[in-house]
Each structure stands twice: as structure tokens, then as C-alpha cells.
Nanobody, 115 residues
Framework: QVQLVESGGGLVQPGGSLRLSCAASGSIGSIYAMGWYRQAPGKQPELVAVISRGGVTKDANSVKGRFTISRDNVKNTVNLQMNSLKPEDTAVYYC?????????WGQGTQVTVSS
């Protein structure tokens, strides 16, 4: 059994910053990649950023230059540093691990950007 637990969401003013973290526990196997998705009300889920085991990253165009994904292979965690936040970044953010041919998802954490 593998569990992903997210933390770090909340309410922030436009232009502010938040840092999301996602930690895996349980029977951890070989993690191929880690990533973050988000889903705003009434919208389809969107891939925000992904990082491979070797540290190669890919970001959505909407967050380039503002968000940074990082991972700790020893602690089995993935982080998302979000700077210069905009109201359109408001969504539930989910972490995802690609591990041993199976996808694992976190429970989601709400990020609200509002003045």
C-alpha cells in the first residue's frame, strides 16, 4: 500500500508564493517520475509540472518562470514552489507518482489566490 500526502496549500494574495509538498509512504518501489496536476472548478485537469527520476523537468506554459518542481529521491518527496501567483492559479492541486507501472495520486490540496 502506498499513500501520498500533500501539504502546503492555502489562501494567498496575487503575487504571493506558496510551496506544496507531497510525501510518499508505504511500500515504495521504483519511482519513475513525480508530478503535479491541478483542477479548477468547471475545468479539465491540467498537468502543471513533472520531474523524472534523473531530474529532467517539464512545465506547463502557463506556469513557466513562476513555478519550480523539485524532488528528493531519498525522502520520496516532490515539491512545487509557486511564485508570482495569479488568481487563475486557483485550483485543487494533486501530486502524482509513476511507480512500478502504477499511478498513485494524492488527496489534493486547495490553492486559492485572491485579494
Amino acid at each position: 500500500q502506498v499513500q501520498l500526502v500533500e501539504s502546503g496549500g492555502g489562501l494567498v494574495q496575487p503575487g504571493g508564493s506558496l510551496r506544496l509538498s507531497c510525501a510518499a509512504s508505504g511500500s515504495i518501489g521504483s519511482i519513475y517520475a513525480m508530478g503535479w496536476y491541478r483542477q479548477a472548478p468547471g475545468k479539465q485537469p491540467e498537468l502543471v509540472a513533472v520531474i523524472s527520476r534523473g531530474g529532467v523537468t517539464k512545465d506547463a506554459n502557463s506556469v513557466k518562470g513562476r513555478f519550480t518542481i523539485s524532488r528528493d529521491n531519498v525522502k520520496n518527496t516532490v515539491n512545487l514552489q509557486m511564485n508570482s501567483l495569479k488568481p487563475e492559479d486557483t485550483a485543487v492541486y494533486y501530486c502524482k507518482f509513476w511507480m512500478d507501472g502504477t499511478d498513485y495520486w494524492g488527496q489534493g490540496t486547495q490553492v486559492t489566490v485572491s485579494s
